[in-house]
């Protein structure tokens, strides 16, 4: 029975394992939902709340054990497509000469 890859954590690769280096992608499905994809696997979903931020929502099949390096993934790529809205906040306190220290900080 052939090892099961798609899990492979490149960060622990020592270069002889076999381990891929396949990378978190997410797939737009409409302007507030996108899929979270681990290779063709689906983790889960970005789903945009009412705030204007998104949020991940991970789905409950069987998807193994999490490390902090996938975690940490997940919180980029998180962090990365909130930026543009959190810029825009930014911008908008900068312009009107308000401090954002009430706004949650996402670097």
């Known amino acids: 029975m ?4 798609s899990w492979d954590d490149p960060q622990l ?3 002889d394992m076999g381990y891929t280096e396949t990378k ?3 797939e737009e ?4 939902n996108h899929k979270v994809l ?3 696997r689906l983790l889960g979903y970005f789903i945009m709340d009412i705030d204007g931020y998104y949020y991940f929502d991970y789905v ?11 975690l940490r993934m997940v919180a980029d790529l998180l962090e ?4 543009p809205h959190e810029d825009k906040i930014k911008e908008y306190f900068k312009k009107n000469g308000t401090t954002t220290d009430s706004v949650q900080e996402l670097s």
């Not at 998807?63 to 390096?69: A, M």
């Not at 990365?80 to 930026?83: L, Y």
């Open 2 to 5: 052939e090892r099961d890859k």
């Open 13 to 15: 690769s020592d270069g």
């Open 24 to 26: 978190l992608t997410i």
């Open 29 to 32: 499905i409409d302007k507030t």
């Open 38 to 40: 681990f290779g063709d």
């Open 60 to 70: 409950t099949a069987p998807n193994g054990l999490w490390t902090s390096y996938s």
């Open 80 to 83: 990365g497509i909130n930026k």
